[in-house]
């Protein structure tokens, strides 16, 4: 640091934190032929030795297993062949039950009209490249969503996961804790999601009714897990509330670097009959459009 002498005992106070990766360095693990190893460093967890189809009943234990994988990595990604279209909601079962949320731009698909199409031939919106949680708008945001890719470009197109709870593990403690005294505004038309979504006049006013403006905390503990993690994100966070609009856009510019460090991110890539589960809790997302002309069709469910 221009020639002063630095003791090394002060590196770690005079230097950006960096996350102990004791917490989430996991080694793979397994019952029976399923086997989930780590997807990265940080977050994601990828599943092997799984298939689900018209016959498959896993047992409390193969459930109980896979529930505990998800918590532990925020994202499963199941290998090509564990499950085809027809049976993507068998897999889902393991995790809760199937709720459609569905936009003019995401027809829905599906036997039990559940699941939702996520076809680039038809969406023309573009909020699913902004990072979000899904449906944080709400305070009964669902747990988990779950995709299925039935179509991929054979590059490009990837999901892009960020694992909130290791973006507050960043924060210097001082600054966590005042965070923690905060609250902010989520709305669902904080980047216009349904002024771009629903042309339809009378439609998007009947949509705006169902969700007003809500209060959260800046930071929220984990119902299951009992770990904190930052509950701000760029789609639906409108402002934080208490401080001026310019302190504001600087604390979550803030939040939104630290979300956005590599360390604390893993990038997913699809494969044609790949599925795919995450934490809705834990992890925030946002695709990448970098497929071009590519048709990319995936199947989407909220799982509540």
Do not use: C
Request: aromatic residues 8%; charged residues 25%; hydrophobic residues 40%.
């Amino acid at each position: 640091m221009n020639g002063i002498h630095v003791d090394e005992a002060k590196l770690d106070r005079i230097q950006p934190r960096i996350l102990d990766m004791t917490h989430y360095h996991r080694e793979p693990v397994s019952l029976d032929d399923i086997t989930i190893a780590p997807y990265s460093a940080t977050v994601g967890g990828r599943v092997t030795g799984l298939r689900v189809d018209a016959g498959t009943e896993l047992s409390a234990a193969h459930r109980q297993f896979l529930r505990d994988g998800l918590l532990r990595h925020g994202f499963l990604s199941f290998e090509p062949g564990t499950v085809d279209v027809a049976h993507f909601e068998r897999l889902i079962s393991v995790f809760g039950k199937a709720k459609l949320m569905n936009t003019p731009y995401t027809p829905e698909r599906g036997k039990d009209g559940q699941l939702n199409a996520i076809d680039s031939s038809i969406k023309k919106t573009r909020m699913n490249y902004i990072w979000h949680m899904d449906q944080v708008f709400q305070h009964n945001s669902p747990p988990f969503t779950a995709l299925f890719g039935e179509s991929v470009p054979k590059l490009g197109g990837d999901t892009l996961f960020a694992n909130a709870t290791a973006a507050y593990d960043l924060l210097d403690p001082l600054l966590a804790a005042y965070l923690e005294t905060l609250t902010a505004i989520h709305d669902v038309e904080t980047q216009g999601y349904l002024t771009l979504a629903y042309h339809d006049l009378a439609q998007r006013a009947a949509e705006r009714e169902k969700y007003p403006p809500i209060e959260v905390p800046l930071i929220r503990v984990h119902p299951e897990t009992g770990r904190k993690q930052i509950f701000v994100n760029e789609l639906y966070t409108l402002r934080i509330l208490g401080v001026t609009r310019r302190t504001s856009q600087a604390l979550l510019d803030v939040l939104f670097d630290v979300l956005g460090a590599p360390e604390v991110q893993a990038r997913h890539r699809w494969e044609d009959g790949v599925a795919l589960i995450w934490d809705n809790r834990t992890v925030q997302h946002r695709g990448v459009p970098d497929f071009g002309a590519s048709r990319r069709v995936l199947h989407r469910a909220l799982v509540v």
